[in-house]
């Protein structure tokens, strides 16, 4: 097994590369919309207002409740996203990991309330998992 360096290394590159890679299907998506500046004001200019931290908390906590609803949106992204010519990549592994959180029925395990703490959701997420491991 690699070291705890090498760990978080490759742990690193999950968020960094996927960030580059979804970075790439949004901005080139939204040029052949026509609407680059927008996006970039809607999407760039919301995570500017706060520190990086604050926003992986806050959609991690997010996820929790809304997954269902996201995954379905994506329905929608995807075939914009083919309209313009695109494969939609990043679109579609999106929805593929929201959909894994949404069938850990997490809604309904903090009854629609938004949790504040990211860990709370992993712990829960955790108990999920461990219980469906114990169940099959």
Partial sequence: PAGAAAQVKLLRSILMKGLAATLWETTLAARRAGLDKQVQEAAFGWLDTMKFSFSANWLLC????????????????????????????????????????AALGLRDFFKAEQPSDYHTVLDAAERVLAHKRGAS
């Fill in 62 to 101: 997010s996820c929790a409740i809304h997954a269902q609803g996201w995954t379905e949106e994506m329905d929608g992204v995807m075939d914009m996203v083919r309209e313009m010519g695109m494969e939609p990549v990043m679109s579609q592994a999106a929805q593929h990991g929201i959909a894994k959180i």
